[in-house]
């Protein structure tokens, strides 16, 4: 509480600075300056102020937080218009609808709920050309936007269908790259492919027969009407549990997307591993993907500390043989286990400090997975990149999610950190599952007083 | 003469052997109550609750959370349900037979598949269950290892 007074004095000073130096670039603002270059210096618009205890989050110093909106549903991931408006999509219908619109239509910084549409629960949705696509657990659609919204009764129009129905791992969240293409992922629908799921000392099927249309990333042409996965879809990646964090990165022009590690080491084969391992193992990886990889799962996992992929139990495994697992392409960063990475983005705008620019924000979720230990992982990391690669000194962004010291379980956490974008001035929004509060963090810092 | 008590210890050696073969049997088909014999005391509520707290620890916990919670959307709360407080054949199949398949509890759909944890025995099951149904706000009555035996029975006959 200490800490986040101290931020919001900080912050309160730096607000004030901030005004002023939009006032007096908005006096100073030549009508040939290009809007393009400098979008944070927009002379109609300055930053609403942050709110007084940063809606709860711990940030960065000079950073601060708007709680946009706190409790529209079970949320999960957002897109944002070029207005600055937001559309989420929701698990569970809110009011029968799945996508719920958020506007700030008084300018005071706080989001407005407009309307929803859509009678389906799911994970995806981003904006892609003049579309809002959304996705259910087993389909994709999209809905037309005119000026950045989408009007009363508009139909959606139907992308790919044909996904297999499962219940574990069933989310599909969406991404898109500069070429029309649409990639998906489809999650594992098991925890490790074992003959008898989640059971002590189970074997693996070998062949997992799971990978041939779940458990990877396919990608589907962008505009296409009605694909089905199995006629229209391929399959760019493989052997991933789980990737909810997907995003294109136009920088170097690949597909990145963090995996969820497989659960229950030490409980599944406790002759092999202890409850701490298994608190911290695996790897909860950050992989680049490049068409045809294959990143192991279910027959290998990534050992953070030995910093290799491993056999797993089910096959062989016994925390140290290596096997078939030989050659199989590692993250290109691992992060403890079980915190769940749920979004990624990569940042593009110029409202951050310099550092921030082209490096990835990752939302985790926070574990389940870890008792009896203390749960974790409830927060927003950084990786800063640099010539096209992670540094390994990440920092944690945005705390302060779960509003307690310790989570020994995971309804402990008030919130948890579900979605990521992007506001068109370059603020970073991050949406929660729990209750569905929405904050957008801000940079309130001096940089282009520095600069100039 | 000496023939005659050849036999006789013959017959004797050869009877005691079968009868111990048969005692054999018996207290191995009885073997849980032979057990029980010795013990001074029947088992108190504390007894059975900290027992059943120590299997839930190990083979529970990990999805179903220390307090009973469970994940939203992944594994379902044990507190103030039907499913705990409700019928106890019910309870103590899903135990030994597990779950799969969208489960709804108090509104809210759950994901994760539940083993079969019939590799527990009777009395872990219904120390487990005691546990649970007098934990995490529950407050609902014992159920005693003869009704798992009896379900078990049942779902084995199957």
Redesign the interface.
């Known amino acids: 509480m200490e800490r986040s007074f101290k931020n919001h004095l900080k912050s309160s000073f730096a607000v004030s600075i901030a005004i002023t130096i939009f006032a007096i670039s908005l006096f100073s603002c030549d009508s040939s300056s290009s809007k393009q270059e400098n979008v944070n210096v927009k002379a109609d618009h300055a930053f609403p102020a942050a709110d007084a205890d940063n809606g709860g989050l711990t940030l960065p110093e000079n950073f601060g937080a708007i709680a946009v909106t706190d409790s529209i549903g ?1 949320a999960r991931h957002i897109a944002i218009n070029n207005q600055g408006d937001i559309f989420v999509k929701m ?2 219908l809110a009011d029968e609808k799945g996508v719920l619109y958020l506007k700030d239509s008084s300018g005071n910084g706080k989001l407005d709920l407009i309307s929803g549409f859509g009678d389906f629960g799911g994970t995806g949705i981003a904006i892609y050309k003049d579309f809002l696509y959304c996705s259910s657990d087993s389909a994709v659609y999209r809905y037309k936007m005119e000026n950045g919204i989408v009007k009363p009764n508009t139909l959606p129009d139907t992308i790919v269908t044909g996904f297999i129905v499962q ?2 791992h ?1 989310s599909k969240p969406i991404a898109f790259d500069g070429n029309g293409n649409m990639y998906v992922t489809i999650g594992a629908p ?1 925890n490790a492919c074992q003959e ?5 000392g189970s074997k693996g099927h070998d062949p997992c027969s799971q990978l041939d249309f779940q458990a990877g990333i396919w990608q589907f042409k962008a505009e296409k009407f009605n694909q089905t996965l199995k006629d229209d879809g391929h399959r760019y990646a493989t052997g991933i549990r789980n990737a909810v964090a997907i995003d294109w990165n136009f920088k170097d022009n690949a597909l990145y997307a963090l995996q969820h590690g497989r ?2 080491l030490s ?1 599944l084969f406790p002759e092999y591993y202890t409850q701490e391992q298994s608190a911290e193992l695996p790897a909860e990886e950050f992989l680049k993907i490049a068409d045809g990889d294959d990143f192991g799962w279910p027959y290998c996992y990534y050992d953070q500390f030995q910093e290799k992929k491993i056999l797993a139990p089910e096959y062989g495994g016994d925390g140290q043989k290596i096997e078939r697992c030989e050659g199989i392409t590692p993250p290109i960063l691992a992060f403890p286990g079980h915190w769940a990475p749920n979004d990624l983005l990569f940042y593009t705008g110029d409202q951050f400090p310099e550092k921030y620019k082209n490096g990835a924000f990752i939302a985790f979720h926070g574990s ?2 870890r ?2 230990f203390p749960q974790q992982g409830y927060f927003v990391a950084f990786v800063p990149f640099k010539d096209g690669k992670p540094e390994k000194e990440w920092e944690r962004f945005a705390e302060g999610f779960t509003q307690v010291d310790s989570v ?5 956490a008030k919130f948890r950190p579900v979605g990521l974008a992007e506001g068109p001035d370059g603020s970073l929004f991050i949406s929660d ?2 209750k569905g509060k929405i904050w957008r963090v801000i940079y309130y810092g001096n940089k282009l007083a520095l600069k100039d | 003469m000496r023939k005659g008590l050849f036999v006789l210890i013959a017959g004797i050696i050869i009877s005691a052997w079968s009868c111990q073969g048969k005692k054999e049997e018996t207290a191995q088909k009885e073997a849980p109550v032979v057990k029980e014999e010795p013990k001074p005391a029947a088992p108190t509520a504390e007894d059975v609750i900290a027992a059943g707290e120590k299997v839930y ?1 190990t ?1 529970c ?3 179903h ?11 379902p709360p044990l507190t103030q349900t039907k499913y705990v407080l409700g019928d106890k054949t019910e309870l103590i199949t899903i135990v030994l037979g597990g779950l ?3 489960i709804e509890v108090k509104g ?2 759950y ?6 944890h019939n ?1 527990l025995n009777d009395k872990q099951v219904s120390d487990v269950l005691t546990f649970v149904r007098s934990s995490f706000g529950n407050d609902a009555d014992a159920v005693s290892k003869e009704e798992v035996a009896t379900v078990r029975a049942a779902l084995e006959a199957k």
Do not use: I, L
């Open positions: 079970r698990r569970t219940r574990t069933a098991s008898s799921p989640r059971t002590p659960d229950q409980h389940w997975n008792a009896p020994m379980s995971t309804n402990d599952s729990a | 620890n083979y916990m990990v999805c959370q220390k307090d009973g919670n469970g994940v939203a959307g992944m594994n799969s398949g969208d809210e759909m994901s994760n598949v539940m083993p079969p590799f």
